[in-house]
């Protein structure tokens, strides 16, 4: 373990708000970077997706880089426009 995640871990176990908002900025930030991935895997620039998505190259960077508020309907675009289908899991 490194020194970040020994703080990381010791900051959560004092603080319940820090724990609970480090745990959904982090759930968040791992959509942005499935997103990103989903995209070059699929050998597409953002300049490209965002073409097929008849929008900016700036909305694809938001959307893969502050992907805290996105709809389910935009997830549903942008992964079709890669020709992926969203899929949900409740457990």
């Known amino acids: 373990m490194d020194d970040l995640e020994k703080y990381i ?6 603080d319940e708000e820090f724990a609970s908002d480090f745990e959904e900025g982090y759930e ?3 959509v942005g ?3 990103k991935q989903a995209r070059k895997e699929a050998g597409i620039t953002q300049e490209e997706l965002a073409k097929r998505l008849n929008t900016k190259k700036s909305a694809i960077s938001r959307i893969e ?3 805290e ?7 549903k675009q942008y992964l079709a426009a890669l020709g992926k289908k969203l ?3 409740i457990s």
């Open 9 to 14: 871990n010791e900051r959560k176990s004092k």
């Open 28 to 30: 968040n930030f791992k």
């Open 33 to 35: 970077v499935f997103l």
């Open 65 to 67: 880089n502050h992907s």
């Open 69 to 75: 508020d996105i709809r389910l309907s935009t997830l």
């Open 87 to 89: 899929t949900l899991k």
